[in-house]
């Protein structure tokens, strides 16, 4: 196997890796914008209850599962380049068909496509994969997740901003009168702008990562499925996709169910839980783009991999009794006004979810990047991708159906117990070094 073929070198790889870094974060900035206009825009609408606000959030992560796999192995074919600017490029048709919407039917239209389109991931994971060595992908896949972490820090609060009436009037008066400003429409456009920023961006300044030499060959691009199903047997990425899966499962749900606990228990406002998600989303930028990077020339990624799921399964475990924690601690206010003994066990019991899923995240796919072979690095994140995807369709509603028919403390509880055999799962890699190579179709099944 060639662990890299990397096509660019030196300058232009830097420049790559930055413009990979900047183009995920547009992206990512327009999907954080909607997130907090997503529930309200909804619920003007006929039959827009919290069971459709679910599906619409689900129908995304389904789509992305679905996806994901097919655009990672298309970029493996056709290049890194021209799949991350045509997907970009859907984001901006999703985007503005979200801001316009007069029914329904176009929110779940546009959703859809975006989440088509938001299985571009596995193709900027690819990318950094081609031009960065084996040793030194953990660090580079970790500031792709920082470019993640600041989408969501910034996209929420900017959507929040230009759905403010005052920004309504302001913007509306400046335009004409056959655009539609509307506190739902004006971020729609405004995530349409980032992905079309992308756009450009990309189309100017990134250059493609694969070279002739590591293109295809003939069987390899007419057996797309037997590469899945072969990534599926192969001992090596098997125990990761569990991990995907099962990591993805319990913190989507766990992130869903957050802001009901911190409610219900905590008594928080909106306002207040926003700040907390900032929180998160600011200890998951410092984790992925500076800690992992550090710790990753230290010790191997299956060591950190543990590492974080142990982080995982006591951060998730431990909220349903972060109160109690609180109780212990001391009331800090004299020092900082707002510091509570409540808010300071809070904020020591979720440090370790950003902390954890940050280190685990980036491992988890620096693994899967050296267990597969230069040639299908796109096909190889496209699958565990697409797992994760999966897991984001089911986990929240299965959790939401634990908080209010068990009781708050399940979905965190059933979380962490599901996080357990990620452990075993990861423990496994030391043992299975197996490659995932991509096979010839077989003569006696090829008909």
Known sequence: MTDTGTAITGSRRRRGLAVVFFVVFLDLLGFGIIIPILPYYTRTFPGGTEFVIGLLAASYSAMQFVFAPLLGSLSDRVGRRPVLVVS?????????????????????????????????LSTAQAYVADVTPPERRAAALGFIGAAFGLGFIFGPGIGAVLSFDATVAAVDGLLPAAVPITRFSLPSFAAAAASLGGV????????????????????????????????????????????????????SGVQVMFVPYVADIYGYTAAQSALLLTYIGVVAVITQGVLVGRLSARYSPVRLSLFGTGL?????????????????LPDLTDLVPFLTADLLGLLLVLTLLPLGNGVLSVTLTALVSQRASAAVQGSAFGITQGAGSLARTVGPPVMGGLYFAVGYWSPFVVGSVLLLPVLWLVARLGTTPDTYEPRPADPGHAR
């Open 88 to 120: 970009l490029c859907g984001s901006v048709v999703a985007w503005t068909v979200f801001g316009l919407a007069d029914a329904l039917w176009l929110l779940f239209l546009s959703r859809l496509l975006a989440g088509a389109m938001g299985g571009n």
């Open 200 to 251: 450009l961006v990309a189309l100017l300044f990134l250059p493609e990562s694969r070279g002739a030499s590591m293109s295809t060959d003939t069987t390899e691009r007419t057996s797309a499925i037997t590469q899945l199903r072969t990534a599926v047997a192969t001992p090596g990425l098997r125990p990761l996709l569990g991990a995907f899966f099962l990591v993805s499962f319990a913190f």
């Open 312 to 328: 995982l399964v006591v951060g998730v475990g431990a909220i349903p009794i972060s109160r109690p924690i609180g109780s212990v």
